[in-house]
């Protein structure tokens, strides 16, 4: 682990992060953790479709009209990421005339505290 500069670590440690998270559906009402208070924290969601690496000449030449080709093919999934963490990843889906996300397959929440340290 990286030390700060007050000399403690910038990121939690995965076995404490398990401690405190804990299996919450298998507490008692009186034994649950009060983590409602994290409840109202607002975070960012992106949905990724690819990536592209473009030389500035050309980012300098784009217009409307412009096409891009992406790294990923029409029939793979889109990946959700919440706060840069990629989270889960699923399909895309539009609900009247809006996007949305139908998620099929979220990343297990052990392997997300794990890259969390």
């Known amino acids: 682990m990286e030390a700060g500069q007050n ?3 910038n990121r939690p440690d995965p076995d404490e992060l398990r401690e405190l998270l804990g299996d919450a559906n ?3 009402a009186a034994g649950r953790r009060g983590l409602e208070f994290l409840y109202d ?3 960012q969601v992106s ?3 690819g990536r592209s690496r473009i030389p500035l000449k050309d ?3 784009m217009s409307e009209g ?3 080709e992406l790294d990923k093919l029409a029939s793979e999934p889109l990946d959700l990421y919440v706060n840069s963490r ?3 990843r699923g399909e895309a889906v539009m609900i009247g005339d809006k996007f949305g996300i ?3 397959d979220v990343i297990n929440t052990s392997d997300r505290i794990e890259k969390l340290g």
């Open 7 to 9: 000399g403690y670590s």
């Open 26 to 28: 298998n507490q008692t």
């Open 41 to 43: 924290i607002p975070l």
């Open 47 to 49: 949905v990724e479709i």
């Open 59 to 61: 980012l300098l030449q």
């Open 66 to 68: 412009y096409v891009i």
């Open 86 to 88: 990629l989270i889960a």
């Open 102 to 104: 139908r998620l099929t």
